[in-house]
């Protein structure tokens, strides 16, 4: 059974950070690329970031880049994504996915 559960998500004021944590079980971590999408209240849901296999490549939203760092440990099936300099508008629900399958979400607030 394939298993993806995020942690990491709250409330921070902007310019702060959070790191999101994503783990996974049920399958072979290392055979497939992770990602990192979010959704906004109204909004559709939308890619943040992406990273392969090995972390070989990563690619991101053009509004995270330079803020944002995808990275993985394939010896701890986990996938993070460190957030720095948040602003208003990263404000979402942050979700994992992985081998076509969702997690359950996280919210991430960012407000004073």
């Known amino acids: 059974q394939v298993q993806l559960v995020e942690s990491g998500g709250g409330l921070v004021q902007p310019g702060g950070s959070l790191r999101l944590s994503c783990a996974a079980s049920g399958f072979t971590f290392s055979n497939y690329a992770m990602s990192w999408y979010r959704q906004a209240p109204g909004k559709e849901r939308e890619l943040v970031a992406t990273?392969?296999?090995?972390?070989?490549?990563?690619i991101y939203l053009d509004s995270v880049k330079g803020r944002f760092t995808i990275s993985r440990d394939n010896a701890e099936k986990t996938v993070y994504l460190q957030m720095n300099s948040l602003k208003s508008e990263d404000t979402a629900v942050y979700y994992c996915?992985?081998?076509?399958?969702w997690g359950q979400g996280t919210q991430v607030t960012v407000s004073s």
């Open positions: 996915r992985g081998n076509g399958n």
């Open positions: 990273i392969t296999n090995y972390g070989e490549r990563r």
